[in-house]
């Protein structure tokens, strides 16, 4: 088990995004609003080491968030 626990894996998950000019970013001030391409309920994207690995969703129970695997993606499809 102790060459497992020593692999880095990078995770990222996405909820959508969005294409802005620089100047736009540069004036974005403390709780500007950002509107994403998703809709509040499409699912999330997660990639390991910057590869699509699966599908998923935001839960919030007791004031925790969570990200809940939904579908496992083979390939590199829906990227």
Same mark, same amino acid.
């Given at each position: 088990?102790?060459?497992?626990?020593?692999?880095?894996?990078?995770?990222?998950?996405?909820?959508?995004?969005?294409?802005?000019?620089?100047?736009?970013?540069?004036? !974005? %001030?403390?709780?500007? /609003?950002?509107?994403?391409?998703?809709?509040?309920?499409?699912?999330? @994207?997660?990639? =390991? *080491?910057?590869?699509?690995?699966? !599908? %998923?969703?935001?839960? /919030?129970?007791?004031?925790?968030?969570?990200?809940?695997?939904?579908? @496992?993606?083979? =390939? *590199?499809?829906?990227?």
């Amino acid at each position: 088990m102790s060459v497992v626990e020593e692999i880095d894996v990078d995770v990222k998950v996405e909820l959508g995004s969005a294409m802005m000019p620089i100047h736009h970013v540069l004036r !974005l %001030g403390r709780g500007a /609003v950002i509107e994403l391409d998703a809709l509040e309920d499409d699912p999330m @994207k997660i990639f =390991g *080491n910057n590869k699509l690995i699966a !599908l %998923g969703e935001i839960r /919030v129970d007791d004031g925790k968030l969570s990200v809940v695997v939904n579908k @496992k993606v083979s =390939g *590199n499809s829906h990227r």
